[in-house]
T-cell receptor
Framework: AQKITQTQPGMFVQEKEAVTLDCTYD???????LFWYKQPSSGEMIFLIY??????QNATEGRYSLNFQKARKSANLVISASQLGDSAMYFC???????????????FGPGTRLSVLP | DGGITQSPKYLFRKEGQNVTLSCEQN?????MYWYRQDPGQGLRLIYY???????QKGDIAEGYSVSREKKESFPLTVTSAQKNPTAFYLC??????????????FGNGTRLTVT
């Protein structure tokens, strides 16, 4: 079963506008972490933002914020004031807490390709 | 600066040859991982290691082998048994024992082409 779903294969946004990238997840573990990564065309994976399942507030890191709706199992990434350099693949990932000591506990979604238009 | 170094960036091999991808980290992380990424797709786990001299198969381990003789190093060998080895390979590391909050830190990847 797909644990991380990203329903938008591709998204376009105008420079300086905000954009939301969708992510839904599936887990029965009460303790988990949600992560977003950016992958530019050069290939490296850049860690953007983290949200813990017990966190009461939505995470923010500069222009990135995570819209965490626990009951809906949704963890959407919001990028404000888009820049041309934001054009990249974006991956949502989940780490389940109960398997932390056994590895093999990161699950990645298929990704969303964001294109920022000038 | 601490980080993960993967080498080489591009690798070309003939079919039937084994090839070893290097991954070195100086972050003092216990856990290391190898992922495979095919064009337009997400990451799939090949092998991971939580501690020196121990490693476990991931979801797509067939045709691959690893070793973990040092904490800093986790080389991946793509053997001739791997049916479709052409892909982008990413090495990662993370802290262990801190619950689900520790992110993966990635190297810059190795793009392997087998013809």
């Amino acid at each position: 079963a797909q644990k991380i779903t990203q329903t938008q294969p591709g998204m376009f946004v105008q420079e300086k506008e905000a954009v939301t990238l969708d992510c839904t997840y599936d887990t029965s573990d009460p303790s988990y972490g949600l992560f977003w990564y950016k992958q530019p065309s050069s290939g490296e994976m850049i860690f953007l933002i983290y949200q813990g399942s017990y966190d009461q507030q939505n995470a923010t890191e500069g222009r990135y914020s995570l819209n965490f709706q626990k009951a809906r199992k949704s963890a959407n990434l919001v990028i404000s004031a888009s820049q041309l350099g934001d054009s990249a693949m974006y991956f949502c990932a989940m780490r389940e807490g109960h398997r932390d000591n056994y590895g093999q506990n990161f699950v990645f979604g298929p990704g969303t390709r964001l294109s920022v238009l000038p | 600066d601490g980080g993960i170094t993967q080498s080489p960036k591009y690798l070309f091999r003939k079919e039937g040859q084994n090839v070893t991808l290097s991954c070195e980290q100086n972050l003092n992380h216990d856990a290391m991982y190898w992922y495979r990424q095919d064009p337009g797709q997400g990451l799939r786990l090949i092998y991971y290691s939580q501690i020196v001299n121990d490693f476990q198969k991931g979801d797509i381990a067939e045709g691959y082998s690893v070793s973990r003789e040092k904490k800093e190093s986790f080389p991946l060998t793509v053997t001739s048994a791997q049916k479709n080895p052409t892909a982008f390979y990413l090495c990662a590391s993370s802290i262990t024992g801190t619950g689900p909050s520790s992110p993966l830190h990635f190297g810059n990847g190795t793009r392997l082409t087998v013809t």
